[in-house]
């Protein structure tokens, strides 16, 4: 258990704010600290899903999309799975079940009003002491940025997606 656990922020258009999480996920799994790996907006079929899995029960893994990237609106049934993913993140938190939190891409729940922002805000203001809460996704709103104790912009400066390139297996999914 941390004796003081702080909020932190990856953001940015570029890549590797997930990666980055992951590898703060297993820095604390050696440690012998227990973490939740809740990832929003991405479906369960990525290769880190996979990995993250075998890690159980000192990592606790729940994804909260079943299709692709959303484009658009996003559907009732998609809205409903974040807010219950929320949900569950509110009384894991409570129940301090975990040192490490972290949300993963949960920064569209917000800017997308999916989930109330001020309540989210209040919620991190309110936190066990203990718990380290990880925040990842673009554009993260202001007030999250504010509160959070770390913020860290990843910036795209270059990347082989503009030349064509899909997402790899391993690399990038």
Not at 13 to 32: F, V
Not at 121 to 131: C, M, N, Q, T, Y
Not at 161 to 171: L, M, N, S, W, Y
Request: hydrophobic share 40%; net charge positive.
């Amino acid at each position: 258990m941390l004796r003081r656990g702080y909020i932190q922020v990856y953001t940015g258009d570029g890549k590797g704010k997930t990666t980055a999480a992951l590898g703060l996920a297993i820095r604390a799994l050696g440690a012998g600290l227990r973490v939740a790996f809740l990832q929003f907006f991405k479906p369960p079929s990525s290769s880190e899903v996979n990995i993250l899995k075998s890690f159980s029960p000192q990592l606790f893994c729940a994804n909260f999309h079943t299709r692709g990237f959303v484009r658009g609106k996003p559907s009732p049934k998609l809205i409903k799975e974040i807010q219950e993913g929320f949900h569950l993140f509110e009384y894991l938190l409570k129940t301090k079940a975990y040192d490490v939190y972290i949300l993963d891409e949960f920064t569209y729940a917000l800017i997308w009003q999916i989930l109330d922002l001020e309540k989210f805000v209040h919620l991190l203001k309110e936190k066990p002491k203990s718990a380290e809460i990880v925040i990842t996704g673009r554009d993260a709103p202001q007030a999250l940025l504010e509160i959070a104790d770390l913020v860290t912009e990843m910036k795209a400066i270059k990347h082989y997606f503009e030349k064509g390139v899909k997402a790899r297996c391993g690399i990038e999914k």
